[in-house]
């Protein structure tokens, strides 16, 4: 009997550690994923002031449309440049996100659109998703360039 507690103890133990490297793993790809978002959107936005010497903002005129991963799934978004600056950005494909999180993320395209470019907070709580918004915009906006 003693022999059978001490092995269920071990798997237990065993379990225990399993699940802990997961969250450790799944923290370091998010960070990750957040860091990369955040240097790509440095990226752009000093591709777009090294070209700001034109009239406007720097950006081609134009309607672009940019993809990237949000939390449930691709995210798409149509980004309006006119008179080298961004007028409007407009989610146009969003269908994996949970409502309740797109519309907490949803609060970076004011920020994207105030920017002139990719600079915003992420939203606590719809992490993924509004990076998802960030990086669809970044994708655009690299063919405003």
């Not at 092995?7 to 699940?19: E, G, T």
């Not at 490297?21 to 960070?31: G, L, P």
């Not at 939390?71 to 494909?93: D, H, L, M, Q, R």
Request: glycine share 14%.
């Amino acid at each position: 009997m003693n022999n059978l507690l001490i092995k269920i103890i071990c798997v237990f133990l065993v379990l225990l550690a399993f699940a802990e490297y997961n969250s450790v793993t799944a923290t370091r790809i998010a960070d990750e994923t957040v860091a990369k978002a955040e240097a790509e959107a440095a990226a752009v936005q000093t591709g777009a002031g090294d070209s700001a010497g034109s009239a406007g903002g720097g950006y081609k005129d134009g309607t672009y449309v940019g993809s990237a991963q949000g939390y449930g799934g691709t995210v798409s978004v149509e980004v309006t440049i006119e008179g080298g600056s961004i007028t409007n950005i407009e989610a146009i494909a969003h269908g994996g996100e949970d409502a309740a999180y797109w519309d907490m993320c949803s609060g970076v395209i004011p920020q994207l659109i105030e920017t002139q470019g990719a600079q915003a907070d992420t939203v606590s709580g719809a992490t993924f998703s509004s990076t998802g918004i960030i990086n669809a915009t970044i994708d655009a906006l690299s063919q405003a360039l």
